[in-house]
């Protein structure tokens, strides 16, 4: 089942807003890159105060727990400081959150959602004092449910070639371009009862044991403590590498064909990490399927 999940990390060519719209507060943004990555940031403006950037949301399920999140730093030391907070439908989602310093944090705030459309908007203002407005650079906007699953049920299915990306509602698949084979969300001919039933998502697709080893990257539009899954169908070693906000390495896990041909693959953060990233080494035609994210 695809859940709704939505994830802005400004980089997209085509629309790399993804359909937020600049508020009143926001009509200095633009984007800028660093080390690779893009963000959005204020051009020099006046006294930060009001709506940033706002966002109507139309598939959120009602009485759902969700959660925004939101990657931020503040680019100087001067005395006057920003504060951030979300609104929806104009009723704050908890206190703001002030910027101190120019590390990378994540904020995150829960909320449930109502029945129909809701506007959710992001609001900034800055403390008294002198400097310069506006002063934080912010990336890696997501919106997702608190719990979340992924079986491929509902899924269009899809083949990612090497070099290219399947944006599959909550999970964005992608190869190298170096990559051997290809990957493809597809139907196995036979079931493993609670590990791969209908569509699953086929690694190596199509093709003999005993192949170079592939690297599918498959992100998350969301951020999880805890992740599961099932891997069939396996006759070779492989490997999972898992990753939070900013490229860290949180862990890895390893799966040996001798602990049996269909396991179960689980991973737990660390205490205040979340795993937004996972990088799948393969070296057989195998399958992935039943994630669970919580």
Same mark, same amino acid.
């Given at each position: 089942?695809?859940?709704?999940?939505?994830?802005?990390?400004?980089?997209?060519?085509?629309?790399?807003?993804?359909?937020?719209?600049?508020?009143?507060?926001?009509?200095?943004?633009?984007?800028?890159?660093?080390?690779?990555?893009?963000?959005?940031?204020?051009?020099?403006?006046?006294?930060?105060?009001?709506?940033?950037?706002?966002?109507?949301?139309?598939?959120?399920?009602?009485?759902?727990?969700?959660?925004?999140?939101?990657?931020?730093?503040?680019?100087?030391?001067?005395?006057?400081?920003?504060?951030?907070?979300w609104?929806?439908?104009?009723? =704050?989602?908890?206190?703001?959150?002030?910027?101190?310093?120019?590390?990378?944090?994540?904020?995150?705030?829960?909320?449930?959602?109502?029945?129909? =459309?809701?506007?959710?908007a992001?609001?900034?203002?800055?403390?008294?004092?002198?400097?310069?407005?506006?002063?934080?650079?912010?990336?890696?906007?997501?919106?997702? =449910?608190?719990?979340m699953?992924?079986?491929?049920?509902?899924?269009?299915?899809?083949?990612?070639?090497?070099?290219?990306?399947?944006?599959?509602?909550?999970?964005?698949?992608?190869l190298?371009?170096?990559?051997?084979?290809d990957?493809?969300?597809?139907?196995?001919?036979?079931?493993?009862?609670?590990?791969?039933?209908?569509?699953?998502?086929?690694?190596?697709?199509?093709?003999?044991?005993?192949?170079?080893?592939?690297?599918?990257?498959?992100?998350?539009?969301?951020?999880?403590?805890n992740?599961?899954?099932?891997?069939?169908?396996?006759?070779?070693?492989?490997?999972?590498?898992?990753?939070?906000?900013?490229?860290?390495l949180?862990?890895?896990?390893?799966?040996? =064909?001798?602990?049996?041909a269909?396991?179960?693959?689980?991973?737990?953060?660390?205490?205040?990490?979340?795993?937004?990233?996972?990088?799948?080494?393969?070296?057989?035609?195998?399958?992935?399927?039943?994630?669970?994210?919580?």
């Amino acid at each position: 089942m695809t859940q709704y999940c939505d994830y802005t990390s400004f980089e997209s060519s085509t629309d790399p807003w993804n359909d937020w719209v600049k508020g009143a507060n926001g009509q200095a943004l633009a984007l800028g890159e660093e080390n690779g990555n893009y963000y959005a940031f204020f051009r020099p403006m006046g006294n930060l105060q009001g709506k940033i950037l706002e966002k109507k949301l139309t598939q959120l399920v009602a009485n759902e727990k969700y959660r925004v999140s939101i990657r931020v730093r503040r680019v100087n030391d001067q005395a006057k400081y920003p504060s951030i907070t979300w609104r929806m439908d104009e009723i =704050p989602l908890g206190s703001a959150t002030p910027l101190y310093d120019r590390e990378w944090h994540v904020i995150r705030t829960d909320f449930v959602a109502k029945d129909g =459309p809701q506007m959710l908007a992001l609001i900034g203002s800055d403390s008294v004092g002198s400097g310069e407005g506006a002063d934080f650079w912010f990336d890696d906007i997501r919106i997702y =449910p608190a719990n979340m699953h992924e079986d491929f049920e509902d899924s269009l299915g899809g083949i990612v070639k090497p070099g290219e990306t399947l944006d599959q509602g909550a999970l964005i698949i992608s190869l190298p371009p170096t990559s051997t084979n290809d990957v493809g969300i597809q139907t196995h001919t036979l079931s493993v009862d609670g590990k791969l039933e209908g569509q699953g998502l086929a690694l190596n697709r199509n093709v003999a044991a005993n192949l170079p080893e592939q690297e599918v990257t498959i992100q998350l539009k969301g951020e999880y403590s805890n992740v599961e899954f099932s891997w069939t169908w396996i006759s070779q070693r492989g490997e999972v590498r898992f990753y939070g906000p900013g490229q860290k390495l949180l862990g890895q896990s390893e799966v040996l =064909p001798i602990n049996g041909a269909h396991q179960n693959v689980s991973f737990k953060a660390e205490q205040g990490d979340y795993v937004t990233e996972m990088v799948i080494t393969a070296r057989d035609f195998s399958y992935l399927d039943f994630f669970r994210f919580s």
